[in-house]
């Protein structure tokens, strides 16, 4: 096969293709099972049977209750539920929210929004792995404080953060405590009581299921204003006409990773190790931005001294190979990463960096195809390059 014509595709981090499986579910809801779920008649109430039944499927897979899973279109439009409307619904009790400084760009730009209607927000600092420590979060509540919103695993580094600590600190005070799940979500098991978590985002288009459909997970009890007025859909939390197909998708996509998930950390944690084996023995002046232990088994984030990382994407595109110099939400942006930035890293160490994300249908002939190549690209970029 001739080099050029090669498609790997290693930014699963980004999004993922939907697995043949959840097309096949998928397709019956666009064509003779298209009814609205807010019909009283039949086409309408077969498309509300498949919601509820999607709806009770992932609220047992997070030991959930069917009534406190809202579905939404996005993981951005859930994490800006959760800062909007609890912040809103809350504000009699207080106006301090606390994030780190590493949360998806969804939740920073949320809390500074906040911070011009009023709000106070502490941005709390991570070590130089990208892990945050549970102690600084417990001396950062205050009285006032009514949320603490700590994302499961990092987006970029694959950092995995200890929310289950963080989720007795805030329960120990009295505090609502969130956690954006979309990179872990499916992939490892989550118990919502046993982590002590109020509220939970995850998102169907990381795990294989189709764009538009994500959750929001809301505890019993717990008051958050809606961001979306209309028709009184998902309980009055979320108006908007159902995504019946992506929300049907999105439970295939769950069921799915319940039968594979432990095959699937085992094999793409053993490309994963490959992939980092291969790079560090065959390029010089390489290192890995946060750790390797206690990570995702699926994100590896290198920068590679002395050159530019968007010319690294280029250079492997050029030869086939997909991957990212961050977050795709916001790669279109000249401006640092704001996660590199938390590491402490220096301007030409962010600007030499690369994401792989490896995922299910990611091979070992691909990544032996990435090793043989991506040294020979570093090489010719270090010799063109004026650093």
């Not at 595709?9 to 779920?37: I, M, R």
């Not at 120990?172 to 956690?179: G, M, P, S, Y």
């Not at 980092?276 to 390489?286: A, D, E, M």
């Amino acid at each position: 096969m001739d080099k050029r014509s090669k498609k790997i595709y290693l930014d699963y981090a980004a999004t993922t293709p939907c697995d043949p499986q959840v097309v096949k579910a998928v397709l019956p809801f666009l064509s003779e099972k298209f009814g609205n779920t807010s019909s009283i008649h039949q086409f309408g109430q077969n498309a509300r049977k498949a919601l509820e039944k999607s709806r009770r499927f992932i609220a047992e897979e997070l030991n959930a209750k069917r009534q406190e899973i809202f579905f939404t279109s996005s993981a951005s439009e859930s994490n800006n539920m959760v800062l909007k409307g609890i912040a809103f619904a809350n504000k009699d009790k207080g106006k301090h929210i606390i994030i780190t400084q590493i949360e998806h760009d969804c939740i920073i730009n949320s809390a500074r929004w906040l911070e011009n209607q009023g709000f106070h927000i502490t941005r709390i600092s991570v070590d130089k792995k990208g892990k945050v420590d549970p102690k600084k979060i417990e001396k950062s509540i205050k009285k006032d404080t009514i949320l603490v919103s700590i994302m499961h695993a990092n987006n970029e580094i694959g950092t995995i953060q200890p929310i289950k600590e963080i989720g007795e600190i805030c329960r120990n005070k009295k505090v609502l405590f969130h956690t954006d799940a979309a990179q872990t979500f499916g992939k490892y098991k989550i118990d919502v009581k046993k982590l002590n978590i109020d509220l939970l985002t995850a998102s169907s288009h990381k795990i294989y299921g189709p764009k538009g459909a994500a959750l929001l997970y809301v505890k019993r009890g717990v008051s958050i204003e809606p961001l979306l007025h209309g028709g009184g859909h998902e309980w009055g939390k979320r108006s908007s006409t159902v995504n019946v197909p992506a929300i049907v998708g999105f439970s295939k996509a769950v069921e799915i990773y319940q039968k594979k998930r432990k095959k699937e950390y085992q094999r793409l944690g053993k490309l994963k190790n490959k992939l980092i084996k291969g790079v560090i023995r065959n390029i010089p002046n390489v290192k890995i931005n946060g750790s390797v232990p206690g990570s995702l088994f699926n994100i590896i984030n290198f920068r590679f001294l002395g050159i530019e990382g968007e010319a690294i994407a280029m250079h492997l595109d050029i030869k086939g190979i997909a991957v990212s110099t961050g977050s795709a939400c916001s790669s279109e942006s000249l401006k640092p990463s704001h996660v590199l930035q938390a590491l402490e890293l220096k301007p030409e160490e962010i600007h030499g960096s690369i994401r792989f994300s490896i995922g299910r249908f990611t091979t070992e002939k691909e990544i032996n195809y990435v090793l043989q190549v991506l040294p020979g690209i570093i090489k010719k970029l270090r010799w063109i390059s004026p650093f």
